[in-house]
């Protein structure tokens, strides 16, 4: 089995609701974003996926969130823009931008600071 990650990112501001404390007030994080994909067998040039298409396709979900206020973007106007709840709406996002590859998405880790961040994956 071949596990492959890629590392994005973007930047946002969002606040969460219900929360008793400062982070239900507006506030921003630079967020990071790691993508894991993986895969059984190898392309005809033993690649299992191009990094730059992995990248672009992240990009294409992420760049949603960039420079935006994450509780005005849906789905986040119903659930909290946590951490963990934007992991699986990127991996859910993914999953079907993947489905062209023969690579099959296995984890998405979002990073809010340089040592807090979820990882949301299917088992």
Known sequence: ???LMIETGFASAHQLRGYKGKCE????HNWKVQVYVTTERLNE???AIDFHDLKRLTN?????LDHACLNDIF???ERNP???????WAFDSLRKRLADFQVKISAVTVWESETASATYYEE
Request: cysteine-free.
């Open 45 to 47: 040039i033993d690649l």
């Open 82 to 88: 946590s951490s963990e709840n934007i992991a699986r």
């Open 75 to 77: 789905p986040f106007t």
């Open 25 to 28: 007030n507006l506030h921003g």
């Open 1 to 3: 089995m071949y596990e």
């Open 60 to 64: 294409e979900v992420i760049s949603q």
